[in-house]
């Protein structure tokens, strides 16, 4: 691992364990270049020649007469804007006279161990040991702008985090109108592109498309990363797959704005760009102010998509999640949202919280309905008091009477949001955001309160802190459940309202870093409308997140599969509700919805009193199986086997535990098909010179099935594969268990 400086070729070397980053300074003036990202490179010796410098047009100082040519295709390590270069520009700036040209080129560099935090944003860290940093200063001379490239290497992963701080070093104001976090050309060696679409209800789900010529983008202007689209994008060479094939990933560690593009051009070269939506911002740089952008995460793969999502996990479980309970075995919760919605009081949640703890459950969760009037959804938001006709004795009587059950106790908010009817509302109507003159619109009967504003993040806050000293208060789900619309804030002056965007999510930061300061054993749970707002910002705050309010099973084995090729399993949050599904009105077997879960956080999301008997035994065998095999899933090293996405038929992963010993293997055949045989499904990352005996996992018992047990060499398992025999019935899991069996 390592950051050098190579002084003769004047270029930069970023080494992580299997991959190397190549960045050089070329021409008299400092430009700066992106030589190479791939497979890791010992010997660097000639690697400037990639730059294509030594060819035509030549840089400025040996052809000056084709200056534009050299700028529109030098490949860029932080493309400018104005100038020549006529591709995705990295920044744009607006000086005194209205003018928008910049050139950032190289000043000076600094490399030093560790990794500074980022002021007011959540950005990966890691030892002075385990990190190293690179900071490169560039400047455009004649606005007087500065900014410093970033880059940090991490000893353990195969990841790079960039971002860039600008600083206005002269002596008039600058407005910053872009601020991407990083920019990368390289050629276009047959690239597709990987994003993640989706909606409410269906988060996340694959899509893949050649890169041409053109710009081919993901963004949102919804204020959160959004169910819509994800702030991730990758590069992969046509054909690749899991196991094959070269990937670059690039994945926005923000939860507001963004833009993810790539690029391909005239030459054959394709840039990404990455950062935060340059629509709808500006930002006022006075002399002497700084702008920090968010960082964005960059992995490369020369053996397909593990390789990615491994990196990934690791980075975001060892170097950007930092609640207590990353490690630890959450509890397991039961939410009374599907069970109640609205129309719940004390004595229904007793009786739910009494039910789950016989059966195991661990903790009960007060979703939305506890505070104000709240009776629907269209008041209350902002009233954080205890509706005390609903709990009649209480919050504190509550939490006691089901601590007293053995049951631990969590409970919902939405902070960043108010009701039109409201007493907050009636008092602050300033504090929605709201464009002067023009009503704001509503969104699922809701505004949303202007949080960029200091005295708003204090009030609600103090409103919060105060609920959660009331009681024995273990777990907070923090929801939000509207984008935002109607930007104005009070408070702004018209030439910063351009900050807005920007400024409600450094709100929200700040108020997620002051809830986990005030309470660092907190169990914090993000949630936005389901997944709307599941991104790497929000795991910085919680160690998980509400994955989507899609709790149907096969939906699930959807969703879950692309938000695990980034995230790692002990970030999804994932429960076993009823049947039909309340979204989408499919029956599945409640074993299935057990296993889907497992594959999450694992928790229950329906009135356990009305649940059968036979289904009440299994949520025995459900919690038994999660007691037994969670530190696997939770530590363990994921591996996608099959893609439901891509197959249509079936869903299969594996996770290893990390000493090599025990394996989990997750089926799941969604429809049955008549007259099919066997199937067999390669496995990944076991020893291949060990044995391995293979049980069937009782879904009634969390048991090991005595009848199994077969034993089958780890060569023959990864090479032939692992058989599933063709089960009647349709969306029928299951789940095996692998012992490494010592010879
Ligand atoms: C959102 C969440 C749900 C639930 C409701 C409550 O939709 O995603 O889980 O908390 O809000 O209003």
């Known amino acids: 691992m390592g950051i050098t400086w190579q002084e003769e070729q004047r270029l930069f070397k970023l080494d992580t364990p299997n991959t190397t980053y190549l960045i050089g300074i070329v021409d008299e003036e400092g ?34 007469r084709e200056r534009v040519s050299f700028m529109d295709c030098f490949p860029w390590e932080y493309s400018s804007h104005g100038v020549g270069d006529f591709r995705e520009s990295s920044v744009r700036v607006k000086d005194e006279n209205g003018c928008s040209a910049v050139l950032l080129t190289y000043v000076s560099h600094e490399i030093y161990a560790g990794k500074p935090p980022l002021e007011g944003l959540p950005a990966t860290f890691g030892p002075k040991d385990g990190v190293q940093t690179l900071d490169i200063l560039c400047e455009d001379k004649s606005l007087g702008l500065r900014a410093h490239l970033t880059y940090s290497v991490f000893e353990d992963t195969d990841a790079i985090a960039r971002s860039v ?17 990083c920019c990368l050309d390289m050629d276009n060696r047959g690239f597709d592109v990987l994003t993640l679409h989706g909606s409410w209800a269906r988060e996340r789900h694959m899509e893949r498309k050649p890169v041409g010529c053109g710009r081919y983008s993901v963004s949102t202007l919804r204020g959160e990363s959004s169910h819509q689209e994800h702030p991730f994008l990758a590069l992969l060479t046509h054909g690749a797959d899991q196991d094959r094939g070269e990937v670059y990933g690039f994945h926005l560690v923000y939860s507001g704005n963004f833009l993810m593009q790539a690029e391909g051009n005239q030459f054959g070269a394709v840039r990404v760009v990455a950062g935060i939506n340059p629509e709808d911002f500006s930002w006022k740089l006075e002399p002497g102010e700084a702008f920090q952008t968010p960082e964005v995460i960059l992995t490369y793969s020369a053996q397909g998509l593990g390789p990615m999502t491994g990196s990934l996990h690791s980075l975001y479980k060892n170097h950007l999640i930092r609640s207590p309970y990353l490690h630890r075995k959450r509890p397991i919760l039961i939410n009374n949202w599907e069970a109640t919605y609205f129309d719940f009081d004390e004595k229904k949640l007793l009786e739910i919280a009494k039910e789950s703890a016989a059966l195991g459950i661990e903790m009960l969760v007060m979703d939305d309905g506890w505070f104000g009037n709240r009776y629907d959804d269209g008041r209350a938001l902002g009233d954080w008091q205890v509706n005390e006709e609903k709990l009649k004795g209480g919050l504190g009587r509550l939490v006691e009477q089901v601590n007293g059950l053995g049951m631990k106790f969590g409970i919902w908010f939405e902070p960043e949001m108010i009701s039109g009817d409201s007493k907050l509302y009636r008092k602050h109507q300033d504090w929605a955001l709201a464009v002067p003159g023009r009503r704001p619109a509503l969104s699922r009967n809701q505004y949303v309160l202007d949080i960029s504003r200091r005295e708003v993040r204090d009030y609600i806050m103090e409103q919060v802190f105060a609920v959660l000293h009331s009681a024995n208060i273990e777990y907070v789900k923090w929801d939000m459940n509207r984008p935002l619309t109607d930007l104005g804030s009070v408070s702004l002056p018209a030439d910063r309202m351009g900050e807005l965007y920007h400024r409600y999510v450094l709100g929200m930061y700040e108020m997620q870093e002051r809830l986990t300061r005030e309470f660092p054993n907190l169990l914090l749970e993000n949630c936005s409308g ?55 009105g499919r029956s599945t077997p409640f074993e299935t919805r057990g296993y889907v879960a497992l594959a999450g956080t694992f928790g229950y999301e329906l009135d356990i009193t009305k649940l059968s008997d036979e289904d009440k035994a299994m949520v025995a065998g459900q919690t038994a199986i999660y007691h037994r095999f969670h530190d696997i899933v939770r530590e363990g090293e994921y591996h996608r086997l099959a893609s439901y996405q891509e197959n249509r038929k079936f869903d299969c992963f594996q996770i290893n535990d990390p000493t090599g010993r025990e394996s989990l293997v997750f089926y799941t055949q969604v429809l049955s098909e008549p007259n099919r045989r066997s199937r067999f499904v390669r496995l990944k990352g076991l020893s291949a010179d060990a044995r391995y005996r293979i049980f069937t996992v009782n879904a009634d018992s969390g048991e090991l099935k005595k009848d199994t047990g077969r034993v089958i060499s780890g060569a023959v398992l990864m090479n032939g594969g692992i058989c599933f025999e063709s089960l009647t019935g349709d969306f029928r899991g299951s789940l095996l268990c692998l012992e490494r069996v010592d010879r």
């Open 31 to 64: 430009f700066l270049g992106h030589i190479y990202y791939g497979n890791k490179i010992e010997d660097a010796t000639g690697a400037a020649e990639l730059l294509r410098t030594r060819e035509a047009p030549f840089t400025p100082e040996k052809n000056d």
């Open 165 to 181: 701080r600008f600083e206005n070093g002269g002596s008039s104001v600058l407005r910053l109108e872009k601020a991407m976090s």
């Open 530 to 584: 389901g997944g709307g707002r599941f991104d790497p910002g929000m795991l910085y705050y919680s160690p998980q997140i509400w994955c989507s309010d899609d709790t149907d099973a096969v939906e699930r084995l959807m969703i879950q599969e692309s938000t695990a090729m980034l995230y790692p399993l002990s970030a999804i949050g994932a429960h076993v509700s009823v049947c039909p599904n309340h979204t989408v």
